[in-house]
């Protein structure tokens, strides 16, 4: 199994546990679901209910959440347009310092790219930080396919690194 932390603060942020894709070798897209937890019981990884479980109501003392944002404990944050951008651009720079000289030219090309992507949609973003809630890590963007219920998170792939478990 891989583990993917954010490349500036160790953050441990997803696995490969989930089914995820590289978009545009830009971006790993992590597919995610929305589970039941109750304190201190296993985790209900989010298979389908049976007929006669689906319409039982919440148990007392569970909640319902995402399945990445309760594994790895990602923090909620709050953007508007400008200061996400002005975040980005701090970021990219800051990735950019860590590039080797010859992928440097490519990143910039791609990562803007996708950027424009998520600023042309940036409403349609919810946003979250590692667990240490460093300002100055990755900021993962949690948005939903087409279907508009099957949610997704975007991380950044020259911002992760791999640890093998």
């Known amino acids: 199994m891989l583990l993917y932390s954010d490349l500036l603060n160790n953050d441990e942020l997803f696995s490969d546990a989930y089914p995820m894709k590289l978009v ?4 790993y897209e992590v597919d995610c679901q929305t589970i039941t937890v109750k304190p201190g019981a296993d985790i209900d990884i ?9 319409a039982e109501e919440l148990e007392e003392g569970t ?8 594994s790895f404990r990602l ?6 347009k400008k200061g996400y951008l002005t975040y980005l651009k701090g970021y990219m720079k800051t990735l950019k310092a860590k590039l080797p ?7 910039e090309k791609k990562a803007g790219a996708y950027a ?20 100055d890590g990755m900021v993962a963007l949690l948005n939903y ?11 950044w792939k020259h911002g992760v690194k791999e640890i093998k478990c």
């Open 75 to 80: 923090q909620s944050t709050q953007f508007d």
């Open 24 to 27: 545009d070798d830009t971006v």
């Open 116 to 135: 424009k992507k998520i600023v042309a949609n940036f409403k349609d973003y919810e946003f979250y930080t590692g667990e240490s809630m460093d300002p």
């Open 145 to 155: 396919r087409e279907d508009g219920v099957t949610p997704y998170f975007t991380f």
């Open 101 to 107: 000289e010859d992928q440097v030219a490519d990143f």
């Open 46 to 54: 989010g298979a389908n209910p049976s007929a006669e479980d689906a």
């Open 63 to 70: 909640e319902t959440v995402n399945n990445v944002v309760y």
